[in-house]
């Protein structure tokens, strides 16, 4: 139980394309994810808490209108890099807490590679 | 704010070593958690643990094994008789307990490198 997929697992654009990226609890309701951002020999750095049916919270230096953040199920937050430039190219990871467990868990997506041209 | 600071950026080891990645936190909240992931060449993070705040006994499970110490701030995890395997990123995060989000704050992470 408990898992959580990633599509697409990697993704090629060029510059100036928009990226939607997908998060999906398998087996559980998810009131809230989290997406991370880790570049390359980095730690991973959270960019946003979504959270079901209302905005997702941003974390400072994160760019709102450019990371869209969409979490309308309880299964299901996509992220969506707009107007995609070089420097986004990162591997982007989603979390998704079950709130129903006794001990609050995230549990972690296999992550997202994208590559801006 | 929380702070997770893991020292060893990089580790490498002979296969059969034993070796010890540090982390050491910092929070002013009593009730939180401590974890341990793996992050293998692939990427996926692979939860290996979980410590509450509370419980300090260290914990053994199989060649893995954890060192809290609250009086020094330290969570410290050691992998005995070392496998090529073990080769990836390691990184210890800190999660409180109470506050709102639930948010994780990760250490930079510490690359080992077990050679044959």
């Known amino acids: 139980g408990a898992v959580v997929s990633q599509h697409p697992s990697w993704v090629i654009c060029k510059s100036g394309t928009s990226v939607k990226i997908e998060c999906r609890s398998l087996?559980?309701?998810?009131?809230?994810m989290f997406w991370y951002r880790q570049f390359p020999k980095q730690s991973l750095m959270l960019m946003a808490t979504?959270?079901?049916?209302?905005?997702?919270?941003?974390e400072q230096g994160v760019e709102k209108d450019k990371f869209l953040i969409n979490h309308a199920s309880l299964t299901l937050s996509t992220l969506t890099v707009t107007s995609a430039h070089p420097e986004d190219s990162s591997f982007y990871i989603c979390s998704a807490r079950d709130a129903e467990r006794e001990i609050d868990e995230q549990f972690f997506g296999p992550g997202t590679r994208l590559t801006v041209l | 704010a929380q702070k997770v600071t893991q020292a060893q950026t990089e580790i490498s080891v002979v296969e059969k070593e034993d070796v010890t990645l540090d982390c050491v936190y910092e929070t002013r909240d009593t009730t939180y958690y401590l974890f341990w992931y793996k992050q293998p060449p692939s990427g996926e993070l692979v939860f290996l643990i979980r410590?509450?705040?509370?419980?300090?006994q260290n914990e053994i499970s199989g060649r893995y094994s954890w060192n809290f110490q609250k009086s020094t701030s330290s969570f410290n995890f050691t992998i005995t008789a070392s496998q090529v395997v073990d080769s990836a990123v390691y990184f210890c995060a800190l999660q409180l307990i109470k506050a709102a989000g639930n948010k994780l704050t990760f250490g930079g992470g510490t690359r080992v490198l077990v050679k044959p």
């Open positions: 979504s959270n079901e049916g209302s905005k997702a919270t941003y």
């Open positions: 410590r509450n705040s509370f419980d300090e």
């Open positions: 087996d559980f309701q998810a009131t809230t």
